[in-house]
């Protein structure tokens, strides 16, 4: 049997274009003793694989050319031969982009689906829900009656963080770039105000949101818009680093200026922290826990973009770049049975 | 009797010159009781002062035009009318810039000179040895084998802040401005490196002297040599954010625009943090021992640059700005009987 699988062919240099992925035709694979089949249902893309398409230093190993892309999978196991699972089960796991996976049992973990989407798992139950949880809870640590401020505020991470921030007691405003957004995530999500960084002078939009200045500052897009957040900050104010996605598509040699920030940092006494997930893993119980709960106590809402079928992975993953997604951006790739 | 007093004339648009000064002189006052009459040893000069002379928003109230300004004094008593305190007693505070004041006892701590100069109440042991050891141990927390990098190596905080992090073990290269500075911090200090920032390409320099990376970097200038630290930032890196001394002289409507700090943040899961050392009082007694006892030990050396005479205070502080100084600039207005 045959199958899809997506390949990085060439290194982009800016924003991806055509000549950035390539489809292959390969073999299914046969699965051994211990080993289990999987048919992947919803493929995740995210902001942070641009900077793997890239080969300089980073947190994460670049992809390499001509291999397979990889990242967050939801998958049904056809054929297990593991005591572990069941034919049926729902998985997920970092996996290659292809539209089934012969795996060890330990590549993947069991999606506990009650009642909700198993594409939740790579959205509010899965790398985005965790790392707005830390970002939020563990850096922002916002409290009651502070003022919090998301960027990206509709994107799969910003949605969960706002509403952390919410529970939290705190006012949440959430930047976004659409009227539509805007609507998601103050009437859907009951954000206390929105502001429309296409609509021109953030800063004063924000000052105006934000008459109390900003105590938290949940940082996913960088540049122009973060620029505009420096001079609102309260006095011990956190700014969780969790994303730049305006900076991910430089080309090489440009760079990314603007505004310094360490004026604004002394000013204010305030803090400044990049972060990542794996960071935390210790903490991934409680952050479950607390996730779960509020979504199934409907406290947590969410939203998703969808695209059908596997060839729709390019172009939504560039679709990231120009804001199409409103929450957790997938592909769906096959239904389960 | 007669006295001067130094005067904010005019608020500085950019580098303070001639006109922003103004000396005045003033009568001396009268203490009545339970106040005391001191008489002005040392004045100290340090770079927050220049953001007190415009008037933007700021931790701290801007000086007013037309009225003295104020800082770090050390001053010997003259007359006592306070149970508290003997003619003769060394003080220090937070006082305006003239020759003589009448003080509530509250408003100055006595000085145990035990040995060392009274100056030492301005340095070390003063603001900015606090500084130092508050961004360093609390903020920057180096350990035993660490790179530590400290611009501003060879001024009043970062002559202490290079030496706390030796104490704990860590590998410190300093950022200066001359040869002379470079070997001060190598050779008096016992720095591991230093850097001249005047000989260009501070990034490739600074790569040379740091093999493995940067742990801590205790930001002093701010400007293009902040620029060049960020990429070398190890994972988990520290930075606390103490002063930005390049951008203290803008003009009305320049901004201080850079490489943003976002992208290396995120790649090296790192933080940076502003502080004041007034956020710290309740571990002033902590930082005073550690201090004490370093100097006493000789494990902590530090230099000063004294300009001599209270006409000199202008100068003395403009060259703040141009790297004059080695260790704690001072004046010194009168001996001690």
């Keep these: 049997m045959k199958q899809q699988q997506l390949i990085l062919h060439e290194r982009p240099n800016g924003l991806p274009d055509d000549n950035t992925f390539q489809f292959k035709e390969v073999a299914v694979g046969e699965p051994k003793e211990n080993q289990l089949l999987l048919k992947t249902l919803y493929v995740s893309v995210d902001p942070y694989m641009r900077g793997r398409m890239s080969d300089g230093p980073s947190y994460i190993e670049p992809f390499q050319v001509g291999a397979p892309l990889n990242g967050g999978i939801v998958s049904q196991v056809v ?128 000052k105006a949101a934000c008459p109390n200045g900003i105590d938290v500052y949940f940082e996913n897009v960088g540049g122009e818009i973060s620029d505009a957040v420096w001079p609102l900050l309260n006095t011990f104010a956190r700014v969780p680093v969790c994303g730049a996605i305006s900076s991910y598509n430089l080309k090489a040699g440009e760079k990314d200026i603007g505004i310094r920030v360490q004026q604004y940092l ?32 409907g406290a947590i809402k969410y939203e998703e973009t969808i695209h059908e079928g596997f060839h729709a992975i390019p172009d939504a993953f560039l679709g990231l770049f120009s804001g199409q997604n409103i929450g957790k951006q997938l592909i769906k790739v096959a239904d389960a049975e």
Tied chains: 1, 2.
């Design 79 to 206: 054929e297990s031969r593991s005591e572990s699972f069941e034919k049926g089960d729902i998985v997920t796991g970092q996996l290659d982009f292809q539209a089934y996976h012969v795996v060890e049992p330990k590549q993947v973990r069991k999606v506990d689906t009650s009642g909700l989407s198993p594409s939740t798992a790579l959205g509010p139950l899965g790398m985005p829900g965790l790392t707005a949880y830390f970002g939020m809870m563990h850096i922002g640590e916002p409290k009651e009656g502070e003022t919090v401020v998301i960027s990206g505020a509709a994107g799969a991470v910003g949605q969960v963080a706002g509403q952390l921030a919410k529970q939290a007691g705190a006012h949440v405003i959430g930047i976004v770039g659409s009227k539509e957004k805007a609507d998601y995530i103050t009437k859907t999500l009951g954000f206390e105000g929105a502001v429309e960084y296409k609509q021109g002078n953030v800063y004063k939009q924000l």
């Design 266 to 297: 002394i000013k204010a006494r305030a803090k400044l922290q990049g972060f990542l997930v794996a960071d935390y893993a210790s903490h991934y119980k409680e952050a479950y826990q607390v996730l779960g709960n509020g979504i199934s106590k």
